[in-house]
T-cell receptor, first 114, second 116 residues
Framework: GEDVEQSLFLSVREGDSSVINCTYT??????LYWYKQEPGAGLQLLTY?????DMKQDQRLTVLLNKKDKHLSLRIADTQTGDSAIYFC??????????????FGRGTSLIVHP | DVKVTQSSRYLVKRTGEKVFLECVQD?????MFWYRQDPGLGLRLIYF???????EKGDIPEGYSVSREKKERFSLILESASTNQTSMYLC???????????????FGEGSRLTVL
């Protein structure tokens, strides 16, 4: 079945860039996503990239997609303490009824220290 | 403001009790999901539903059942709670795939269940 892998922890200094990496297995994925989970809350969509794109930039966030290697990364520029959270990579797979199932990685805990 | 509402943020139950976790969405979404989240294991899909009265097993359905009698409501049922079902439970919804839909999932705040 489909599988999404990401490292569990990343620690960075405030003001530095953070790069969170993810690998996936379903080559037919049409969308790939990054979700953010703050303590005690549900997940919220941070950004997504369509599979025919290589890069997407949105303010401090840059998403890079390498379809050949099935590798997705999220770069956060000028990381702030408010960016401390768990970041989930996810891909989209087809399911019955014209629906689809998102498959999530285990989440990367980003710790930002002064 | 779009919303997925889970009925209880915190529950404490005893082993063997029947537990109902309710989830309601106000976005007229076809798809609804129940996940459990455990440290180091990420999100694991329990059940999902793509229409009223339809349900599909996810990766870990054992010990759980679901009910979708109305489009906006998706309930997770633990027929006889056990200590290994202590976890955070997350409900999510999304529109049916197609067109320009990006497939964004909207999550509730989560229900933290402790089974003693």
């Amino acid at each position: 079945g489909e599988d999404v892998e990401q490292s569990l922890f990343l620690s960075v200094r405030e003001g530095d860039s953070s790069v969170i990496n993810c690998t996936y297995t379903d080559s037919s994925s049409t969308y790939l996503y990054w979700y953010k989970q703050e303590p005690g809350a549900g997940l919220q969509l941070l950004t997504y990239i369509f599979s025919n794109m290589d890069m997407k930039q949105d303010q401090r966030l840059t998403v890079l997609l390498n379809k050949k290697d099935k590798h997705l990364s999220l770069r956060i520029a000028d990381t702030q303490t408010g960016d401390s959270a768990i970041y989930f990579c996810a891909e989209r797979s087809d399911a019955p009824g014209g629906s689809y199932i998102p498959t999530f990685g285990r989440g990367t805990s980003l710790i930002v220290h002064p | 403001d779009v919303k997925v509402t889970q009925s209880s943020r915190y529950l404490v139950k005893r082993t063997g009790e029947k537990v109902f976790l309710e989830c309601v969405q106000d976005m007229d979404h076809e798809n609804m999901f129940w996940y459990r989240q455990d440290p180091g294991l990420g999100l694991r899909l329990i059940y999902f539903s793509y229409d009223v009265k339809m349900k599909e097993k996810g990766d870990i359905p054992e010990g759980y059942s679901v009910s979708r009698e109305k489009k906006e409501r998706f309930s997770l049922i633990l027929e006889s709670a056990s200590t290994n079902q202590t976890s955070m439970y997350l409900c999510a919804s999304t529109a049916l795939a197609g067109g320009r839909d990006t497939g964004e999932l909207f999550f509730g705040e989560g229900s933290r269940l402790t089974v003693l």
